[in-house]
């Protein structure tokens, strides 16, 4: 699967407060947005209104170290591994600045790492 970015969005299926297998029988199928990545998942958004096992409550001292965006700060979020997603929902166009963690559609990479710094984290970096 490629490499998904924050807030593009899956499809995950649930039984028992879990988010379980593509493959087993399920009671409930949502979408989720996606907050961060690593090397074999995604840490995604969980609304209120889905209640699951595992989910953890985003504060400050865990929003840098997951690379999440500070909006989301009591939130939160569940890991979920490349091998349960169902399918991928939308994928959006543009990225993710790598100082401030904010989406910005149809922005490119701009950096040679291939990441991507917003004009405000370039001309006001003592902000972040």
């Not at 969005?9 to 947005?33: G, K, M």
Request: with cysteine; glycine share 6%; aromatic share 14%.
């Amino acid at each position: 699967m490629s490499r998904l970015k924050p807030g593009d969005t899956i499809i995950c299926h649930v039984r028992d407060l879990q988010i379980i297998s593509p493959y087993a029988e399920y009671y409930d199928s949502f979408t989720f947005e996606i907050l961060s990545s690593d090397n074999t998942g995604y840490f995604v958004y969980v609304p209120d209104y889905i209640v699951l096992k595992g989910t953890t409550k985003i504060d400050k001292n865990n929003i840098r170290a997951l690379g999440i965006n500070k909006k989301f700060i009591g939130c939160f979020v569940v890991y979920v591994p490349d091998s349960v997603i169902v399918c991928v929902k939308t994928i959006l166009d543009g990225e993710v600045c790598k100082e401030c963690n904010e989406f910005y559609h149809q922005a490119e990479p701009n950096q040679e790492d291939g990441s991507m710094i917003c004009w405000n984290c370039k001309n006001y970096p003592h902000y972040h």
